[in-house]
């Protein structure tokens, strides 16, 4: 994963993005490609669902170059405070207590 990593991260800088995107824009690309994942949903297209997903990961590892943030601190951060949350379930939705 981190050679993948690396890799998007060389095409980004190669096509400008680092010098001419800002965080925010990047955010917003996220946001687009969320949404992409989402339609995918729908349509219940695997194939498109799976480019949805790498996309948004993509868009991900960029934010985190831009913020000079680590991919994996990032989840590993997450995890650390998801891990022993309480909650239930409403209507497909996991609810923290």
């Not at 010098?19 to 992409?36: C, D, F, L, R």
Request: aromatic share 4%; proline share 1%.
């Amino acid at each position: 994963m981190k050679q993948t990593i690396q890799l998007v991260e060389q095409w980004a800088e190669e096509k400008g993005i680092f010098s001419k995107a800002t965080p925010i824009k990047q955010a917003m690309k996220t946001q687009e490609e969320v949404n992409e994942l989402c339609n995918a949903i729908l349509d219940d297209n695997r194939d498109e669902i799976k480019d949805a997903i790498g996309d948004i990961m993509v868009t991900l590892i960029i934010q985190c170059k831009m913020q000079s943030m680590d991919l994996q601190d990032c989840l590993e951060s997450a995890y650390n405070v998801i891990k022993n949350r309480t909650g239930k379930m409403v209507d497909g939705v996991f609810v923290k207590d």
